[in-house]
Structure formats: structure tokens, C-alpha cells
């Protein structure tokens, strides 16, 4: 059974460039989330989809991120133009809201740096 | 808003010993579920352990176990007979019960690394 798929692992890209970040959840999961990590901020919900729709995205630092759920098996989150503090590792995760806790599997991220 | 505190940055343990790691939240909620994951240098998140706050009864997963103290929004992860490969970055994490108006997020504390030493 395959986890959440996300690609790719690296990114390096020079400012101003247009980043794509790519994820699959896990088959059957309603729910999917992207999370940022940085040593400033800690982890932090950039935003989330139920049933392919955005439900909260106010954790999207500002209009150069953009994140789209087009089916159930797959969801960018793109940055244009990226900008060296968006460097940092991003986290897809998805869950299944008919599991009680609804424990949210994570993919094994992106690291992304630009330079 | 809920908040999740991880006052410890650091923590060390020998080999085959036992560890506790803090955490405390703060939210007006009553209904919530409570997580422990760690974050080994492969950076993948792996879930540890999970606590539902309508549950007295402080849940196990073999060597790991909490303390889930509901009225003083208190949760620590105790690892007993410590390995290497325990040695991680583990957070804790809250999560409403709500599955509306942004209730279904998680909030994580800022972690706690752990090393196992010989």
C-alpha cells in the first residue's frame, strides 16, 4: 500500500523562477493538506481540501502561492515568482475522515531552495 | 487560537533507558485528539501515537506511552528501553474534533530532539 507520493524530493531554483510541487495522496483519503517546515516557523498549514475543494487557505503566505486539487489522486502547490525565503521543505499529508482521529499521513516532502 | 508548547529543544537518553518528553496545548475545546510524531534525519514524518481527549485512559504503542493529563492540558511521550533508532526530532501536535471552519489542521509545537547515546 503506497504512502503519500510526492515529487520532486530536491528543488533548487534561482528567484524568480516558477516552482511546482506535485503530491498524490493515499487512495481512498478524502482530506489532503500542505504543510511548510522552516527553522523559523516550525511546521506550519498552508492549506487544505476535502473532496478535491479548498476548505481553509489562510495559512498561504501571499498570492505568489497557489495550490490546486484538479482530482482525487493529485494536488500542486506552485510559487511564482519564488523568492529565496520561500526556501524550506513542504509537506503534503492526507487522512480519511472515516478513520475517528482522522490521523493525517505525511509524504516524505520536498526540499526546496532557492537561491 | 490553539497553541502547542515544547519547552524541552533538546533531550538526551542512554541506551535501553527511559525518556520523557513535555508537551502542553491550550485550547477552549473539549473534544480534541492529541498526536506525538517524529521526524528522523530522513525528514519523514512518522505518527507515534494518538490520544483522543474523551478518553481517559492513556494510550500505548509498545515502547512508546503517554500521560494525558486533560484538566492541566498536559501530554508527554515516555519511550521506554531506548534505542538508536528513536534518536529524532519528535513533535507534538493537537487537533480539534471539528471538522469545521478550519478545525481539521493540525497544530504542531516547535519539537524536541532527541539523542540516544550508548
Known amino acids: 500500500d503506497a504512502g503519500v507520493i510526492q515529487s520532486p524530493r530536491h528543488e533548487v531554483t534561482e528567484m524568480g523562477q516558477e516552482v511546482t510541487l506535485r503530491c498524490k495522496p493515499i487512495s481512498g483519503h478524502d482530506y489532503l493538506f500542505w504543510y511548510r517546515q522552516t527553522m523559523m516557523r516550525g511546521l506550519e498549514l498552508l492549506i487544505y481540501f476535502n473532496n478535491n475543494v479548498p476548505i481553509d487557505d489562510s495559512g498561504m503566505p501571499e498570492d505568489r502561492f497557489s495550490a490546486k486539487m484538479p482530482n482525487a489522486s493529485f494536488s500542486t502547490l506552485k510559487i511564482q515568482p519564488s523568492e529565496p525565503r520561500d526556501s524550506a521543505v513542504y509537506f503534503c499529508a492526507s487522512s480519511f475522515r472515516g478513520q475517528g482521529p482522522y490521523e493525517q499521513y505525511f509524504g516524505p516532502g520536498t526540499r526546496l531552495t532557492v537561491t | 487560537a490553539q497553541t502547542v508548547t515544547q519547552s524541552q529543544p533538546e533531550m538526551s537518553v542512554q541506551e535501553a533507558e527511559t525518556v520523557t518528553l513535555s508537551c502542553t496545548y491550550d485550547t477552549s475545546e473539549s473534544d480534541y485528539y492529541l498526536f506525538w510524531y517524529k521526524q528522523p534525519p530522513s525528514r519523514q514524518m512518522i505518527l507515534v501515537i494518538r490520544?483522543?481527549?474523551?478518553?481517559?485512559q492513556n494510550a500505548t504503542e509498545n515502547r512508546f506511552s503517554v500521560n494525558f493529563q486533560k484538566a492541566a492540558k498536559s501530554f508527554s511521550l515516555k519511550i521506554s528501553d531506548s534505542q538508536l533508532g528513536d534518536a529524532a526530532m519528535y513533535f507534538c501536535a493537537y487537533r480539534s474534533a471539528k471538522l469545521t471552519g478550519g478545525g481539521n489542521k493540525l497544530t504542531f509545537g516547535t519539537g524536541t530532539q532527541l539523542k540516544v547515546e550508548l
Open positions: 490520544q483522543e481527549a474523551y478518553k481517559q
